[in-house]
């Protein structure tokens, strides 16, 4: 079989894996992400009515960013989509990733979008901020955490010595 058509398959499975347990509903809609080599889409869609809540991408007139098929654009879309989620009166979201990982531009835009206020995923952003400081603190060295003067250096045993 043709290398392509495997991947469309495999893509094709996944998209079903991931969507066979999630449903968008009126007070819970579903945030379906794509995203191409150049822009990033997502929108908000109420499976049960069939219609789409809210929607928001990098291409457009709307959006100001020059290129979007990066983080930032990602970042953007996310603040977008939970200003327009929002002004609508919804608060949470099932996220769609697709058949794409949870890595990258896709990630970006869901936690942007948490951190926007439109709660899609079960990232604890206030949790992993405060975890951060504390993973900066260097720990203290085994041999008592003094260093030595740069002039002095540990000398070796020769090898006539042995």
Same mark, same amino acid.
């Given at each position: 079989?043709?290398?392509?058509?495997?991947k #469309?398959? $495999? &893509?094709?499975?996944?998209?079903? $894996?991931?969507?066979?347990?999630?449903?968008g509903?009126p007070?819970k809609?579903?945030?379906?992400?794509?995203?191409?080599?150049?822009?990033?889409?997502?929108?908000?869609?109420?499976?049960?009515?069939?219609?789409t809540?809210?929607? !928001?991408?990098?291409a457009?007139?709307?959006?100001?960013?020059?290129?979007?098929?990066?983080?930032?654009? !990602?970042?953007?879309?996310?603040?977008?989509?939970?200003?327009? =989620?929002?002004?609508?009166? #919804?608060t949470?979201?099932?996220f769609?990733r697709?058949?794409?990982?949870?890595?990258? $531009?896709?990630?970006?835009? &869901?936690v942007? !979008?948490?951190?926007?206020?439109?709660?899609?995923t079960?990232? +604890?952003?206030?949790?992993?901020?405060?975890?951060? *400081?504390?993973?900066e603190?260097?720990?203290?060295?085994?041999?008592?955490?003094?260093?030595? *003067? &740069?002039? +002095?250096?540990?000398?070796? *045993?020769?090898? !006539? =010595?042995k």
């Amino acid at each position: 079989m043709d290398a392509q058509k495997l991947k #469309v398959r $495999r &893509a094709t499975r996944r998209v079903h $894996r991931v969507r066979n347990n999630l449903l968008g509903t009126p007070e819970k809609p579903r945030l379906s992400v794509f995203r191409s080599n150049l822009h990033i889409y997502a929108q908000l869609i109420d499976d049960v009515n069939g219609i789409t809540v809210a929607a !928001a991408s990098s291409a457009g007139k709307e959006c100001k960013i020059g290129y979007g098929g990066n983080k930032v654009a !990602a970042e953007e879309v996310g603040r977008q989509l939970a200003e327009k =989620a929002k002004a609508k009166g #919804v608060t949470a979201a099932q996220f769609d990733r697709g058949h794409y990982r949870f890595h990258g $531009r896709v990630a970006s835009l &869901a936690v942007a !979008a948490t951190k926007a206020g439109l709660v899609c995923t079960g990232l +604890e952003i206030k949790k992993k901020a405060e975890a951060a *400081p504390a993973a900066e603190a260097k720990p203290a060295k085994k041999d008592g955490g003094e260093k030595k *003067p &740069a002039g +002095e250096k540990k000398e070796k *045993p020769s090898k !006539a =010595a042995k």
